[in-house]
């Protein structure tokens, strides 16, 4: 069984949360205690050390990619998310050269990876963490072009992904997913 810390009226965790605050008000989690954060926790090494349902949102910007396991790190998000809380997390999109760049990231994902945690995909059998896909988007460089390919890729994920990612990459990518129990 996982250490449990005492929460009192936090409702937010900042999973990996390095030196800049991303979730104001939150309780800040990273294995780095030069970040100083709250709680000292390796995502890697187990479960979270919070109980169950004890956050209603959980930010996670720019740490899933460094996950060894992301379906178990998924899955412990999931258990400490409250019923109706909401995952949000940013990662470089697979057509990112930052996706690549970072000797520390363990993969690189696009906007479908996240639909293995939702109802009705085909492959959802590999976890029992379950969600709903609130939102989901690429972020592009580039003032008047980077809104014309988000909004492409918005309407045809398929299509950017599969013939234009890798002529028009993105930068990263930003989801939501509300938790299904």
């Known amino acids: 069984m996982a250490p449990r810390f005492p929460l009192t009226d936090i409702t937010a965790l900042d999973l990996g949360a390095g030196v800049v605050e991303q979730v104001p008000g ?23 050390p919070f109980r169950g349902g004890s956050f209603a949102l959980v930010g996670a910007f720019d740490v ?12 412990e998000i999931h258990r400490v998310l409250r019923p109706g809380g909401v995952l949000r997390l940013t990662t470089p999109h697979f057509s990112s050269a930052n996706a690549y760049t970072d000797p520390t990231h363990r993969r690189a994902l696009g906007l479908r990876s996240f639909l293995y945690f939702v109802d009705g995909h085909p492959l959802a059998y590999y976890s ?3 969600f709903r896909l609130r939102t ?5 460089k580039g003032r008047l072009l980077g809104r014309l390919l988000a909004r492409l890729a918005r309407r ?8 234009l990612a ?6 990263f990518m930003y989801v939501e997913l509300e938790a299904v129990k």
């Open 128 to 130: 029992r963490a379950r």
């Open 166 to 171: 890798w002529i028009f990459p993105a930068w």
């Open 156 to 163: 045809w994920p398929a299509l950017y992904e599969d013939r």
């Open 26 to 48: 939150a309780l800040r989690l990273d294995r780095s205690a030069a970040c100083a954060p709250h709680v000292i926790a390796d995502i890697d090494r187990g479960a979270l």
């Open 64 to 75: 899933i990619e460094h996950a060894a396991d992301l379906v178990a790190l998924m899955e």
């Open 136 to 140: 989901r988007t690429l972020v592009f």
